[in-house]
Each structure stands twice: as structure tokens, then as C-alpha cells.
Nanobody, 121 residues
Framework: QVQLVESGGGLVQPGGSLRLSCAASGSGFSFDGMGWYRQAPGKERELVATISSGGASNYADSVKGRFTISRDNAKNTVSLQMNSLKPEDTAVYYC???????????????WGQGTQVTVSS
């Protein structure tokens, strides 16, 4: 089975920075796209940033220029560097990956448990 373990959330003042990390594990699995989503109270979960296994990245317009996603394919980790944080960035952030069992052609979506990011003075 695939497990995603997130770390790095917390409380930060507006204008501050945080770095989220996520480690994916799963014996016999191959990981393709990885990314971060977030869900604020009363709102739907939304894409923050994704990165392909080849390193191509995609960002929500609201975080472009402030957040940077990166990954280490050898370690199956994905990170999100968040700078110039705003109160509207407050949400639970979820790590996501698309993975398949080696030898299978079926890809599945997997989610982490979420980590709280609060931007407040």
C-alpha cells in the first residue's frame, strides 16, 4: 500500500515562509505526478501545485511567484516552499501522488493526512 507522510505545517505571520515536505512510500509501487492541494474551512479542496516525474511544474494562479514545488525522485519526496504567505493561504494542505503497482497499467490517486498551515498575526 502507498503511504504519504507530510510535515512542516504550522503558524506563521503574514509575509513569512514555510516549507512543507511529503515522503511517499510503498514497496513495489511507481510514483508519477506528485503535488499539493489545500482546503480552507467551508471551501472545496483546490490545487496548489503539481510536479511531474520529469520535473514539469504547474501552479495555481494565486500562488505563482510565491510558492515553489520540487521533488526528489530517488527518495520519492515532494516539497513546497511557501514564501510571502498571506492570510488567505490558511488551509489544510494535502500531499497527493498518482502511483501504480509495478507491472500494472492502472494508476491510483493517493492522499496524505493533511497538515495545517495558518497565516495570522
Amino acid at each position: 500500500q502507498v503511504q504519504l507522510v507530510e510535515s512542516g505545517g504550522g503558524l506563521v505571520q503574514p509575509g513569512g515562509s514555510l516549507r512543507l515536505s511529503c515522503a511517499a512510500s510503498g514497496s513495489g509501487f511507481s510514483f508519477d505526478g506528485m503535488g499539493w492541494y489545500r482546503q480552507a474551512p467551508g471551501k472545496e479542496r483546490e490545487l496548489v501545485a503539481t510536479i511531474s516525474s520529469g520535473g514539469a511544474s504547474n501552479y495555481a494562479d494565486s500562488v505563482k511567484g510565491r510558492f515553489t514545488i520540487s521533488r526528489d525522485n530517488a527518495k520519492n519526496t515532494v516539497s513546497l516552499q511557501m514564501n510571502s504567505l498571506k492570510p488567505e493561504d490558511t488551509a489544510v494542505y494535502y500531499c497527493n501522488t498518482v502511483a501504480r503497482r509495478v507491472g500494472s497499467s492502472t494508476w491510483y490517486n493517493y492522499w496524505g493526512q493533511g497538515t495545517q498551515v495558518t497565516v495570522s498575526s
